[in-house]
């Protein structure tokens, strides 16, 4: 099921449809008050709020960890009875459908003013409603934007399924308001990290596990943890899929349904944000005040965006042969267990992949094209030749399996215009000259670093855009920085080379662990097809008319390998003896403005320690 | 006059004569009585069967049963609905005789067994009577006049010493033995492995069927192993006794089979299953007989030696004499049943029933497609008074206490033992079923549960005959994994039947069919129609095999009473460690070096 086609080319995608032209034409508060009668699971267990709160308190693990735990504090049980419980009220959501209701018109209208469409493929739709009849579903979107999740529930509630519960980080908390609004609508909040605490995890993870049990309704959460400030895929979380597959490993559940999802926008609402976040300036923290000053992106436009509900995923096929069910049968199931190797292994591979799948439905708009040409040409471009190179550049991404939105029957020059024009914020457009830029630059005079800093907000900013599409050009430009790096056309050398590079950036990009020979071939066969390598036994030779894109493949992932060499640089040179892991970023940015993004110089330092390049040293 | 000529075709099939010229009729007549009253290529009594007569009502032939003679006119409807089936499209049983090839005889053996008197047979049907248990695939070869490796002879010894004899003999000229008892196992145990190029000798023990003498002081019997089960209780009986072992087979299934494969029985919460019961063994192997020197009730003499004959599958010997515990008739019997408004409540009041240890002789609880299954064999009521009650019945169950008939499941109940005490029991056990929201549902219902399990086999026979194939497994599993086990095996059989191109959803059903301190015996029910696919056995093996691969992910055992055979030897290793089957190999080893029992079954 996971097993994506050899050839990504070929792979057939649904068509979408646009959800807001209907919104257009009826009225948004006649729709938030219609008759909704979702789709339902087949063996669901009717069950209440409230109930839900007694199941999950009264039940054996929580009842046994409440006893370990309190054997182990001297505590007595009622003490930590009464703290599992105040977890529990924290925690749950307390989802009613008049919130509901009331998000359906308010998000209504602002995805007006803010989208020009929402396009769903609804044969995804309809397969969802397929697969919440037959087993408990779990819904993995992509994260890029606060919009995700409130996204999400809108349009479930427009094609009448069921809504999810959705696992929150609980920093919206903090937004009073907002954050009970949100609890109302279906989400409930986990702290962002509890290590250690035991209680906690058990509150946690037997709530999640009920509502799956009783099919209470589709859990949603998100693979990557985090919203992906750069716009490449973060690399997975397993613990809260470890939490929706056990009941499956432990036969409570006959299967649960991964069900991937892909959101991408045109233009993503936190842009800047994000670009800001990255340089250094601290998240603004939530809170409703915020939310209320950024009005302001209300009134831009932020083009289409894109939704596409991929096929659902078994647990159980997932599983078959990898998990050996029977582990669980000498062991009381209401026990707690760690995952075993085998089964760590097992969640780390499915995470890749969906994630992965994630990635391969994300739709990508002719902006993406655009913004890697623009930043490979820092000195800007005339708009004949970005033209020209964009329409190159759209064929080998098709070639090689992009799922591109580019309209039909438009001429290219106008495509690039229109997309220019969304994105006007980015550059400055003058006598057929496109550059990056800065265009609503202060009239004050700015120091240099201001205009450093200024640039770098633009910069990172299209990257972000640039970063979605990586996932496309990735092993092939792996293949060619390795051809190019390798000195010698032995296939071995080569995929020496490419072994090392994809094991270097495996916390940069979506890589799945073990695949690296898979990777290679598939590197070898898309590059053959597009006539730019011939693939022999032992050897691998360029052609002539392939040395284009070999030079394209290898500067876009330039950055990536000048801001590694950046970190290592100021490893071996700068570092005195006990650098902390706090001071390590400014240190870096401050050593190089080059690296500056802060995601790539983490990823770097990960990358390192994994690699015993570094070591870390507990103080 | 039927009978006498059946006397002398049979007589005509004695190739091997015992000591004296007269006896050898009386033993002919007696050897093959069984096997010419039986059906050869399927279940039970020849004269009994399902079918659809002309008005296209079911009815069950002969006069051996209660449902003998009568008409089921739901057992239609109830077929077609759940198949899928069509009374006009048939698959009857293609051919009335299979061809075998010759046998491979020893001579030297078949000599020496001569000289020694005991009564042997190398006819074709002899053999390929005794070439098959009454697995799927064995019966629908048969229909098909299909069969592989069949024995190239068959012995019928008279008595223990008999026996001894066979084996020594066969250790001397090397030929294989394959006990075989009532031939009813559903494991695959008694086809002949093809690898096989010794001689292969059936070892009948039909013969060895006395009582040899009941001590009433003990309360124990000592009987020969080749007994049947309703022959052995039907004798116990005439003198106020009963072993209460009632495998669901025990029409034809044997107490040296039972040995052989820790057989349990209805009644064992009352009496015990076989390991129980038995007092003392007495097995012939190759090595020599072994037994133990008393008939102490419990020893602690090392590990029991017992247990490497129960269970064995006749891969170590034959059990030739059992002394097994015996009991007083019961004064009392009485059905019983509860309607629970779903199967969760009726796993919950039977798991609280074993925890308070109160279980009658039997508790099985049905759900809800058995319960209409059981629905379907319903004869047709003679008086309307009846009817209105059932009526009455059904209207108080859905409507009045709002049970939704697809949901509700029924729990089937047997008292024994002293009138008073019985009504205290019957008691004490609809108070609890009362409290997992269980209604009484009256004796009729509960008898008609029970009827099943021994006509099952039967309807399969008539499946077959309308492109129905279909199987019964079991299971044992802990209580807290019973409901998760029962739901996830039923959805795997429907899915991997799905996927295999079955045409039409299976009939994928279940039953708690026993109860322990620690755990429950589920047992289940599978079958589909087969329209429109090229190899239906092999797509109901794939199927079953994943059922029990989906039984030992979710905590169940690889056997309750079946046992492995060669069936299910592929996850013997998993099942008890490869320590645990390198005991048992190395058992093998030394009783059986030559591996003159050569059935393969177990390791």
């Known amino acids: ?619 | 006059s039927g009978l006498s000529q059946q006397v002398i075709i049979m007589a005509t099939r004695i190739k091997y004569i015992c000591r004296h010229q007269d006896e050898a009729y009386k033993l002919g007549l007696s050897l093959s009585f069984r096997q010419e009253i039986m059906k050869w290529n399927g279940w039970g009594y020849s004269d009994s069967r399902f079918l659809f007569n002309k008005k296209g009502q079911a009815e069950f032939t002969g006069k051996r049963y209660r449902l003998s003679g009568l008409i089921l006119p739901s057992l239609k409807d109830w077929f077609e609905g759940t198949f899928g089936a069509n009374l006009q499209h048939k698959s009857p049983a293609t051919v009335s005789q299979v061809a075998v090839a010759p046998p491979n005889l020893n001579e030297p053996f078949i000599e020496d067994l001569k000289a020694a008197g005991v009564a042997a047979s190398h006819d074709p049907e002899d053999r390929v009577f005794r070439a098959h248990g009454h697995c799927l695939h064995e019966i629908f070869a048969l229909r098909e006049g299909r069969i592989g490796r069949v024995p190239d002879m068959v012995v019928w010894p008279s008595c223990h010493s008999d026996v001894e004899k066979i084996v020594e003999l066969a250790c001397k000229h090397n030929v294989c033995l394959i006990p075989y008892g009532g031939g009813t196992s559903v494991s695959s145990a008694l086809e002949c492995p093809h690898e096989e190029t010794r001689s292969i000798v059936s070892l009948d023990t039909s013969q060895m069927n006395r009582i040899l003498w009941i001590d009433e002081k003990n309360l124990t019997a000592h009987v020969e192993a080749g007994i049947i089960g309703q022959d052995l209780e039907r004798q116990l009986n005439e003198h106020g006794y009963c072993t209460g072992h009632e495998p669901d087979s025990m029409e034809f299934s044997s107490l040296g089979g039972w040995v052989a494969t820790r057989a349990s029985g209805m009644k064992k919460n009352i009496y015990g299953n076989i390991e129980d019961l038995v007092v003392h063994i007495k097995m012939v192997t190759p090595r020599g007989v072994i037994e133990k020197s008393c008939l102490g009730p419990r020893m602690s003499t090392g590990p029991d030696i017992h247990h490497f004959i129960l269970g064995s599958e006749g891969t170590l010997g034959v059990v030739t004499e059992v002394t097994m515990k015996i009991r007083p008739i019961p004064e009392y019997q009485k059905y019983g049943s509860v309607v629970f408004p779903n199967f969760q409540q009726g796993v919950a009041c039977l798991r609280e029933v074993a925890r308070q240890r109160c279980a009658p002789a039997s508790i099985r609880l049905m759900d809800n497609e058995q319960f209409q299954f059981g629905h379907a064999l319903k004869p047709q009521v003679s008086s309307i008074f009846t009817s209105f009650l059932d009526g009455l019945k059904k209207f108080y169950i859905t409507k009045f206490k709002g049970f939704d008939p697809h949901h509700l499941c029924v729990a089937t109940l047997l008292f024994e033992g002293d009138r008073g005490k019985v009504l205290q029991h019957e008691k004490q056990v609809y108070d609890i079923a009362a409290k997992f929201g269980g209604l009484a549902a009256g004796e009729d219902n509960g008898q008609r549960g029970y009827m099943l399990t021994f006509v099952i086999a039967y309807l399969r026979d008539l499946g077959m005959d309308y492109y129905v194939i279909g199987e019964s497994f079991e299971t044992s599993v802990p209580w807290d994994r019973v409901l998760d086990l029962c739901r996830n095996v039923k959805e795997r059989i429907v899915r991997e039947c799905k996927e295999r191109g079955v045409q039409f959803p299976p009939l994928s059903t279940c039953r708690v069919t026993q109860t322990y301190d620690a755990g429950a015996c589920v047992y289940f029910y599978f079958a589909f129609n087969y329209r429109g696919l090229s190899d239906p056995v092999h797509v109901y093996e794939q199927v079953e095999h994943a059922a029990r691969e989906e039984i030992l992910a979710n905590g169940g055992s690889l056997s309750h009473h079946h046992g492995v055979g060669k069936l299910r030897k592929e996850w013997m290793k998993e099942s008890v460690s490869g320590v645990g089957l390198g005991m048992l190999k190395s058992v093998k080893e030394y009783v059986d070096p030559q591996n003159i029992f050569g059935n393969r079954n177990l390791l």
């Open chain 1, 1 to 619: 099921i996971l097993s994506y086609p050899r050839h990504p080319v070929l792979k057939k995608r649904d068509d979408f449809e646009d959800v807001l032209e209907e919104r257009r034409r009826s009225s948004d508060l006649r729709y938030a008050l219609r008759c909704y009668t979702p789709t339902l699971y087949k063996g669901l267990v009717p069950c209440k709020v409230s109930m839900l709160k007694s199941i999950v308190l009264q039940s054996d693990h929580l009842q046994c960890v409440i006893k370990q735990v309190s054997s182990e504090s001297g505590d007595s049980t009622e003490c930590v009875a009464e703290e599992a419980s105040l977890i529990l009220d924290e925690m749950a959501h307390r989802m009613q459908l008049s919130t509901v209701r009331f998000f359906v018109f308010t998000l209504s209208k602002a995805f007006k003013r803010l989208f020009r469409s929402v396009c769903v493929n609804e044969e995804g739709i309809q397969r969802l409603q397929q697969a919440v009849q037959e087993h408990p579903v779990v819904l993995l979107p992509s994260h890029r934007s606060y919009m995700d999740f409130l996204m999400m529930s809108y349009l479930l509630y427009m094609f009448d399924l069921p809504l999810p519960v959705i696992a929150a980080g609980m920093d919206f908390m903090s937004m009073k308001f907002i954050g009970e609004m949100l609890r109302m609508s279906g989400a409930f909040f986990i702290r962002r990290s509890f290590g250690g605490d035991k209680l906690y995890w058990a509150v946690f993870s037997e709530y999640v596990k009920t509502m799956l049990r009783k099919g209470y309704a589709p859990i949603e959460f998100f693979l990557e943890g985090t919203r992906s400030r750069t716009c490449k895929s973060l690399t997975p979380k397993t613990g809260l899929l470890n939490i929706v597959m056990e009941p499956f490993f432990k036969g409570e559940l006959f299967d649960v349904s991964l069900v991937p999802v892909s959101i991408s926008y045109e233009r993503v609402l936190e842009e800047s944000l994000y670009a800001r976040e990255l340089l250094g300036v601290p998240k603004p923290k939530e809170s409703t005040s915020g939310l209320l000053k950024a009005r302001r992106v209300l009134s831009e436009d932020y083009g289409s965006m894109h939704v596409y509900f991929g096929h659902p995923v078994s647990v159980r096929s997932l599983a078959e042969g990898k998990i050996k069910r029977s582990q669980y049968n000498l062991l009381p199931r209401y026990i707690p267990q760690k995952p075993s190797v085998d089964t760590h292994e097992f969640l780390n591979d499915a995470a890749f992949r969906l994630v992965r799948i994630q990635e391969e439905n994300m739709v990508l708009k002719p902006w993406v094209l655009i913004a890697t040409l623009l930043l490979q040409n820092p000195d800007g471009m005339d708009l004949s030749s970005l033209t020209e190179q964009t329409d190159w550049l759209r064929h080998l991404a098709l070639a090689f399996g992009a799922f591109l939105d580019w309209p039909d029957h438009e001429a290219c020059s106008e495509v690039i215009s229109c997309s220019l024009a969304l994105h006007r914020r980015l550059l400055s457009v003058s006598a057929g000259h496109v550059q990056l830029s800065v265009t609503d630059a202060p009239q004050v005079e700015t120091t240099p670093e201001e205009a450093v800093f200024q640039r770098a907000v633009v910069v990172l900013s299209c990257a972000s855009y640039r970063n979605q599409i990586l996932h496309v050009f990735l092993r092939p430009a792996l293949l060619a920085v390795a051809m190019q790096s390798a000195n010698s056309s032995r296939k071995d050398d080569i995929y020496n080379c490419f072994n090392f590079l994809r094991n270097m950036f495996s916390n940069e990009f979506i890589l799945c662990p073990g695949d690296s020979v898979q990777d290679f071939e598939e590197a070898c066969y898309l590059l053959m097809k597009r006539g730019v390598l011939q693939v022999l036994e032992h050897e691998i030779v360029m052609s002539a008319s392939g040395q284009s894109t070999l030079a394209f493949l290898c500067s876009v992932l330039e950055p990536f390998l000048q801001g590694y060499q950046v970190v290592c640089r100021y490893l071996c040179e700068e570092t005195n003896e006990n650098l902390t892991e706090k001071e390590f970023i400014p240190a870096v940015r401050s050593f190089c403005f080059v690296s500056l993004s802060s995601d790539l110089q983490k990823n770097a330092l990960a990358a390192l320690l994994r690699l015993k390049a570094v070591r870390k040293v507990k103080v």
